[in-house]
């Protein structure tokens, strides 16, 4: 039985200060719920303060990106070591914008992967096709070779321990949500593809979340879909009240 995982990505949003009155709004809200693992991650800046006031809750602390390296030259980026110290315990890898305005690739989601396993922080290992890509019927084979290229040369311990979001891009903050069943679709094509590269028993482990536009009125619907275990929520995270309902689906 997967445990549900539900992560807010606040992306570029929230100062130290409203970022933990966020944290002081969510958690009573949440704290009856131990059936999903919850997620927040904020940015860099206010990852230490948020994690602080999210001790002692239910609400775990995740990041949004992490570089491959130890340490070393290479301005701007942040280590695992440096993101455990402060609490954190999961890291986004590979969103959308990473790699659409920050040119990441598959191969740095690998590393990043493997480099946040190695530490201890669970990755949430982002995929997904743009418009033109489910316009050309293509989305399946497309998201097939990004899992692929992403878990590359991992263990099937590791691989276990992997979260997997499916956010179609044409999804994201666009209001637009994928049904249903196209969720459901791709969220198969994915446990699939993990199977075939390592095997059912680690694919049956192996966390998948859908992202794009989840709202209050769609989790429901999503969490009925059998590969769909969870979700990776853009602007609805910002708000209080709507985080939780998304946490408390039905
Ligand atoms: O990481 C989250 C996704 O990009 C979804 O964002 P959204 O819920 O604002 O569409």
New binding site residues.
């Given amino acids: 039985m997967r445990k549900p995982i539900i992560a807010g ?1 606040w992306k570029m949003n929230n100062t130290i200060a409203a970022g933990t009155q966020l944290i002081k709004d969510l958690a009573p809200l949440v704290k009856e719920n131990n059936k999903v693992d919850i997620v927040v991650c904020p940015t860099y800046t206010a990852l230490a303060a948020v994690a602080e006031a999210a001790k002692g809750t239910n609400v775990h602390v995740g990041a949004q990106n992490v570089h491959w390296a130890k340490n070393g030259a290479f301005t701007g980026e942040i280590s695992t070591d440096m993101l455990k110290e402060i609490g954190v315990e999961y890291v986004i890898i590979g ?1 959308s914008e990473r790699r659409e305005y920050f040119g990441e690739t598959d191969e740095g989601v690998n590393k990043r992967s493997k480099a946040a396993l190695a530490a201890g922080l669970t990755p949430i290992i982002c995929c997904g096709e743009t418009l033109k890509t489910r316009e050309a019927g293509t989305t399946n084979s497309f998201v097939k070779g990004q899992i692929e290229a992403a878990l590359n040369e991992m263990t099937t311990n590791d691989v276990a321990k992997v979260v997997i979001a499916y ?1 179609p891009i044409w ?3 666009t209001g637009k949500t994928a049904t249903f069943e196209q969720a459901e679709e791709v969220c198969a094509v994915i446990r699939k593809t993990v199977a075939a590269k390592f095997d059912q028993a680690t694919a049956d482990k192996v966390r998948i979340q859908y ?4 709202k209050p009125n769609t989790i429901d619907g999503l969490m009925q879909k059998p590969n769909v275990d969870g979700a ?5 995270s910002l708000k209080a009240p709507d985080f939780a309902r998304i946490v408390n689906f039905n």
């Fill in positions: 990505n969103h956010e999804a994201i903050g992202g794009g536009s989840v990776l929520v853009g602007g609805a």
